[in-house]
């Protein structure tokens, strides 16, 4: 897969900036990943993860002689909240000079290599935050410096989670709407499958449909500034029509088909991303009645890229939890 | 019952293979939960609008019918005449009391009372049929919301014979 990151910037009566690419070791057989872009659209970008050394080459092509005070690269994690967009937070910023001051006469390579540099978090790209990695390379000139940047994704794995309990719960509005719902687990990976029921102890309305919806919340800033913004990413229609007494509706819900990330935590005491989901029950009035429950979603580990943990994570994902084993009530 | 992935761990490779089958397994309904007539039935109707009185003093009244078999109502069937002042006097009781939005009632006919009227003004039969159904579907709104089941005032209305304006606001207890 080819990707082309050349942001040529004609400036006015001159045609001859210098042009600049960045190409990265191993780009033929380096994964490459999709992000939801600001626009909607979708970027296609490379994929890293914690700890890998990022290298290459910084190609300059020259039309003429090009003076400069410098040429540096740099590889930076960036946090830029959308309503301080002048202020972004760096959270690794690494530095290596390509070049001193001086002149370039013909089409030149440098190599550079940032040994295992620190990802923390995952790429994230939402509605009033974005969090990107990217290479940077700097020819640092008199008047305005020439600036190429290249984004790469990062993605955060995990291992299987030690605690992983079903959600069960008994909930409802006193003489009107009892109900239980389970949810299998309270972690799942983001393509995995929430397999859970919902009983009617006590149906005293009358019942049009029921449906699950995968909140997503997105919450950035630090009290009392905090601005919350939720998005519903999936609405899924789990029962059509009013149930009596004693009746057991069963939930499957595939999680892949949806654009989902995993849960960020107060990630550099910035913001944070949670997922929720929110039975929600309508009446013939139209009236909802819903529970929402914090999901916590993970990011599974690729089997062809740690074997080492293959064979854990296979066996604890593969034991469901036995029904009726752990209960919350709430 | 199914219980799907709990034996098939080491065959299947994929997790999403054994959970395409997978569920909970439910507890079973009763025969009696199965076939028993649902807890949910509550009706009203508006019904037979009659003109009472002469002169400056007449007015239309409706009848309100309820049947149901929620146990909170003190009646299973009952059956009221009430007026549209009475339906505002509920609307006013719910919006004070209960936390609930209530809907509007159809509207007041202001311009319909003025005199020298070609037609009928208020008493006119389509526009009593207009404004019974409009309060049909007011009150089967209000009276199927949880929350203003549990106010006195939604009770008096529909079930007391008179609409004592002089009560005692309060929630109600289901028996």
Known sequence: ?330 | MNSGGNNGSGSSSTSSGIAATQRIPPKRQTLDEAYAPPANFLEIEVLNPITHGVGKTRYTDYEIRLRTNLPIFKSKESSVRRRYSDFEWLRGELERDSKIVVPSLPGKALKRQLPFRSDDGIFEESFVEERRKGLEVFINKVAGHPLAQNERCLHIFLQEPVVDKSYVPGKMRAA
């Open chain 1, 1 to 330: 897969m080819l990707i082309f990151y050349q942001y040529d910037i004609a400036f006015f009566g001159f045609g001859q900036a210098p042009e600049i690419s960045i190409k990265l070791d191993g780009d033929d057989v380096r994964k490459t990943a999709k992000i939801r872009s600001e626009d909607g659209g979708q970027e296609v970008h490379y994929l890293f993860y914690d700890g890998e050394p990022v290298s290459g080459t910084v190609n300059i092509a020259v039309k003429k002689r090009l003076d400069h005070q410098g040429i540096r690269i740099e590889f930076i994690g960036q946090i830029e909240v959308y309503y301080d967009r002048g202020n972004q937070h760096d959270f690794v910023t690494k530095v290596k000079e390509l070049a001193h001051a001086g002149e370039i006469t013909q089409n030149t390579s440098f190599s550079f290599d940032f040994q295992q540099v620190e990802k923390p978090y995952e790429s994230y790209i939402g509605t009033n935050v974005k969090l990107r990695y990217f290479l940077r390379v700097v020819v640092v000139r008199r008047l305005s410096d020439i600036v190429r940047e290249m984004d790469i994704i990062v993605h955060t794995l995990s291992s299987y989670p030690d605690v992983n309990k079903s959600i069960k719960m008994e909930v409802g509005i006193e003489d009107c709407l009892h109900i239980e719902f389970e949810y299998n687990r309270s972690k799942y990976h983001l393509r995995d499958v929430i397999v859970g029921k919902i009983y009617f102890f006590l149906v005293r309305i009358k019942i049009k449909y029921m449906e699950i919806v995968i909140m997503k919340k997105e919450t950035v800033g630090v009290s009392p500034s905090v601005f919350t913004e939720s998005e519903n990413i999936a609405k899924y229609e789990i029962m059509d029509g009013a149930p009596v007494k004693g009746e057991s509706i069963p939930i499957r819900l595939f999680l892949a088909p949806y654009e989902l990330t995993p849960t960020m935590h107060e990630i550099a005491n910035k913001f944070s991303v949670r997922y929720y989901l929110n039975l929600v029950l309508v009446d013939e009035e139209d009236r909802r009645y819903f529970k929402q429950q914090e999901i916590i979603l993970w990011r599974k580990q690729d089997k062809a890229i740690r074997h080492t943990f293959l064979e854990e994570s296979e066996g604890n994902e593969e034991s469901s939890p036995s029904p009726g084993s752990s209960t919350s009530k709430g």
